[in-house]
């Protein structure tokens, strides 16, 4: 039973445009969400977070949309960079250690 | 400061022989973390030391996984007998409570034959 789903294993953007990076999750426990990046080879690496209280964080070219009643939520990168080609993993929390994480989209940002 | 790392990066194992991966986290950190990750999954949690307690084992596979924090800082997870679906990344991570970003190393890819 998959918990948090990324339904996109890939995207292609091309460079200059928005990313729109989406997962879902089914458990109304969760309380705490975050994204996560991952280049080939290397860990992967905290991006931003979003707590079940707010609908929105942003962080520079980052911003991250919570829905709770559509247990949706998505990360936009605006404008995208061929540097920002990697993995991201959604991941959820209802306690602050226990991390369940989604399958991954693969994003390629296109030059 | 260093980030978190682990060591080997690469491990083959032969079926049936026992595996250790280490992790050294970031200075400080007291929350520790191992995670599987399956090739083309998620991490996986596996386990949770706050120093030197393990507080949480619930997501080790099998009674052939333990893992240990002696000293409240390095951390090894032994595998014993492995099999070949033990094949996989092991990812550790460290954080310091309260904040919930965990930092993770590079992995230890492991193969098993």
């Given at each position: 039973?998959?918990?948090?789903?990324?339904?996109?294993p890939s995207l292609s953007v091309q460079e200059g445009r928005i990313?729109?990076?989406?997962?879902d999750y089914t458990n109304s426990m969760f309380d705490y969400f975050l994204w996560y990046k991952k280049y080939p080879a290397e860990g992967p690496t905290f991006l931003i977070s979003i707590s079940s209280i707010k609908d929105k964080n942003e962080d520079g070219r980052f911003t991250v949309f919570l829905n709770k009643s559509a247990?949706?939520?998505?990360?936009h990168i605006v404008p995208s960079q061929p540097g920002d080609s990697a993995v991201y993993f959604c991941a959820a929390s209802h306690s602050f250690y226990k991390y369940i994480f989604g399958t991954g989209t693969r994003l390629k940002v296109l030059a | 400061g260093a980030g978190v790392s682990q060591s080997p990066r690469y491990?083959?194992?032969?079926?049936?022989?026992?595996?250790?991966?280490?992790?050294d986290p970031i200075s400080g950190h007291v929350s520790l973390f191992w995670y599987q990750q399956a090739l083309g999954q998620g991490p996986e949690f596996l386990t949770y030391f706050q120093n030197e307690a393990q507080l949480d084992k619930s997501g080790l596979p099998s009674d052939r996984f333990f893992a240990e924090r002696p000293e409240g800082s390095v951390s090894?997870?032994?595998?014993?007998?492995?099999?070949?679906?033990?094949?996989?990344?092991?990812?550790?991570?460290?954080?310091?409570?309260?904040s919930?970003?965990?930092?993770?190393?590079?992995?230890?890819?492991l193969t098993v034959t």
């Open positions: 039973d998959q918990q948090v789903k990324q339904n996109s990313s729109i990076l989406n997962c247990k949706h939520l998505s990360l | 491990k083959v194992a032969k079926r049936g022989q026992d595996v250790a991966l280490r992790c090894t997870l032994k595998i014993q007998r492995t099999q070949q679906e033990d094949s996989a990344v092991y990812l550790c991570a460290s954080s310091l409570p309260p919930y970003e965990q930092y993770f190393g590079p992995g230890t890819r």
